[in-house]
Structures are given as C-alpha cells and as structure tokens.
C-alpha cells in the first residue's frame, strides 16, 4: 500500500490536533478527514496508541531537520541562537496549527504517557547539536564556563512558549518579540567579557 496514505492519516491527525484534544479525536473522525477507511488506520498504526506514537515520531522527525538547519558549526553561539529564536517565532506564525498539536503531543497528559520517549528525544537532540555550540562557546571564551547552559535554554524556550500561547490562543499581543535583542540581553548575564575597568 502507497505510503501517501499513511501520510495524508497522519496529516489528518495533526489537522486535528491543531483544533482538538486527544480525547476529543475519534478514529472516525481521523478517517473521515483523511478520506480513508477506518481499517487503514489499523493496518498502518495497529491501533490508537501506535497512531498517536507515530504522529509524534513525524513531529520529532520534523523538529530534529529544523534544529540540523538552523544551526551551523561555524557560527557563534550568540548568532546560532539568534537564529534559533528566528526560526521558532517564523514557525509559530506561519504554522500555527503544527505548533498547536505539538504542544499537544508534549503536554496532554493522554498523549505523553503513551509516548514513552519524549524527553529523550529532546535530550538527544540537545547532545548531538546544541551541547557542542555550548563547548565550542566556552573553549573559545565567548560564554563563562560557569553557565548553566540548561537555565539559558529554559529561559529561551520560556519566552517562545509564552509567545506561541497568545499567538496560537489569539489572545492579544502587544509587543513582539525580538530574536536579537533578546539574545542580547541574555549574553549580558553569561558572555566572558566583563564590563571596561573590570577583571574576569
């Protein structure tokens, strides 16, 4: 069988998930909106868990190209995480529905208890690709080597959540977010350099 098919159902499901709960979306309503019969889901997915674990493995998948994208060796930690604000903030406007059933993939309790893997796959993703930009960062004296790489990513990642809630809830948003700026601000707190007249 054409491996469109189990797309276009997996297609259906974050569709659905852009708008729905987990408890909300039937098997019925992922093949109605596929256009395809309900013993398709079953022949690809076995059932709703393998469904929901495959939706999250592709929302994985996606996210991991992203992160290979958006980050290069040659760029300093400042300007890859510039860019990495960048690219999150492009997402949420241009993909709000993506972003919508993402966070429903990571923080629905009746979705994250049958992906068993969610936190190994970010912790994965942060060995293989951020932690290295962190090193290179601090063998070249760009951050202290005191930094709590894991509290700068908190607070990054706190901020974009914050932002991606009221953009995707349509909850009135006065001021923007600035990917540079914001940067900025946090490399005051963990750049080596110190201001003139002091020592390191």
Do not use: W
């Amino acid at each position: 069988m054409s491996d469109d098919n189990k797309q276009r159902l997996l297609d259906a499901g974050l569709q659905l998930l852009s708008s729905k709960t987990f408890s909300e979306i039937s098997m019925d309503m992922v093949a109605e909106l596929s256009g395809l019969s309900k013993p398709m889901i079953y022949y690809y997915f076995a059932n709703k868990e393998g469904y929901y674990k495959a939706i999250a493995e592709h929302l994985f998948d996606l996210a991991s190209c992203m992160m290979d994208d958006v980050f290069e060796a040659g760029l300093s930690l400042r300007e890859n995480l510039k860019r990495y604000v960048a690219m999150r903030l492009r997402f949420i406007d241009e993909q709000p529905g993506l972003v919508r059933a993402f966070t429903s993939i990571i923080h629905d309790p009746n979705i994250s208890l049958l992906v068993d893997n969610t936190q190994e796959r970010f912790d994965s993703m942060r060995a293989d690709i951020i932690d290295p930009l962190f090193d290179k960062a601090v063998e070249q004296g760009e951050i202290a080597p005191g930094t709590d790489r894991m509290l700068v990513l908190i607070m990054i990642n706190s901020t974009i959540v914050g932002h991606s809630i009221k953009m995707t809830a349509n909850l009135p948003c006065t001021m923007s977010v600035d990917p540079a700026g914001m940067i900025d601000i946090l490399f005051d707190g963990i750049s080596r350099k110190t201001p003139e007249g002091g020592g390191e």
